[in-house]
């Protein structure tokens, strides 16, 4: 959506009527508003906002919080509702344990939820980064308020910045600050027990420090990285890290709803005189912005929304709210500035189905077929068959030639299955090394070593193709091709 506040030709009658407050057309959108002219970072004061926004947002995230912190507890079938284990390769959706087997499977969902994204973009806008993305869930919703807490609203925390160190600053930096670490430290651990789970991480926290260096190691990185994150970059992760707000160019259009200004509304700003009934405001050139800037002082980003939709902007509804209150406080209608779009403000049209929306729903449709087929094909039990690394063929006393493998099989149902393995081709022995048989417990990976003796009479030189059925029940249910190496002729 392109910025329309203020258009050169109406400079003129901006400039023509002193009272109206015009933009600046040599700084319009021409630096970062979290950066200075000379790029040093301006910090950011939002000041409180209250509104029905802001207190719906606020129990919506009560509800994430809620989920995010009890997360790594909830079980399904006696996995975790999430768990990304990088470390251990092993990834757990709903309950459902996916391995490194099931990689496909893996990246068509994330080709589904990032198509379903792109769909939701272009359709809404950013409404994910201002009421469910956890950076600002946890920014505005926990730290931003402990902040107000502490140190009070935004021009107290300005005056308290400015004023020089003395015993009520330093203990109410010193207050602030160790709560944040502290509540840093706990979404560290929390996103620590999605990563290893929560019993992996609790024998970490009581185990001698000894025996989990690298765990602790990345306990006290993830809580500094979040200490950083939410005492000191705020903001700047959703303007320089975040990749999805950089997307939003390619992906919005004049049809997307965004958190807008409606400049048709709006313009001329013009602050608005004590004795001037709202009624008596259309009677003059002025619009219905007072420019009070009540939506640039509440903005976390610093951004000021009449200039249009801006890279900035992560849609938390603050400036909504902040324009409301205003509006009716001058007796005019809300939503000044509200979830609409470009054509919906200029041409008073409702939300479209365009073509590309049907052109990203149609490739969702697809790859939801399919990641609906991978599943619902996914074997039970999946093998894989590697030559023992570091082994060489061995020739036993009665003349026969062997090989040791190693057979991994992953069991993804929930129930113990145990299984056989027979060498098909070419004739000759498989020995189960160890126990003798393999049992894989539900939802786990068993590594067993194979020895596989050949008659050299059936072996071709140097090496011989091998084929291996496993057999569960009776039923075969793989079959794995390797190798047997032997000597030269
Ligand atoms: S809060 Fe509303 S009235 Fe005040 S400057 Fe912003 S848009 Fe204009
Ligand atoms: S412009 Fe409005 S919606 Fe966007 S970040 Fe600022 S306050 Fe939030």
Redesign the pocket.
Known sequence: MNPTPTSPDKKGAAEANPSTKAVDWSDFRDHLATAHQDGRRKWIYPRKVDGRFYRWRTWFSWLLLAIMFAGPFITIHGNPLLMMNIVERKFVVLGQIFWPQDMIIFAVAVLVGLTSIVIFTAAFGRIWC?WACPQTVMMEMVFRKIEYLIEGDAHQQRALNAAPWNAGKISKKLFKHAIFYALSFLVGNVLLSYIIGWQQLYQIITDPPAQHLTGLGFMIAFSLLFYGIFARFREQACTFICPYGRFQSVLLDENSIV?AYDHTRGEQRAPIRREQKFSERWQTSHGDCIACNQ?VA????G???RNGT?M?????????D?CDNVMTKIGAPRGL?RYASLNGIERREPLRFTPRLAGYCVVLLVLTTVLGLLVFLRSEVEATVLRAPGSLFQQMPDGHYSNLYTVRVVNKTSRDIPVELRLQSPAGSLTVMGEGSIVVAAQKLTESSVLIELDPGAMKSGTTPLVIGVYSGGKKIETLKTAFIGPRN
């Open positions: 201002g958190v939506c509440v903005c976390p980003t951004i000021d929304i801006q900035e902007c992560v849609h938390c509804t603050a400036c909504m902040a500035i």
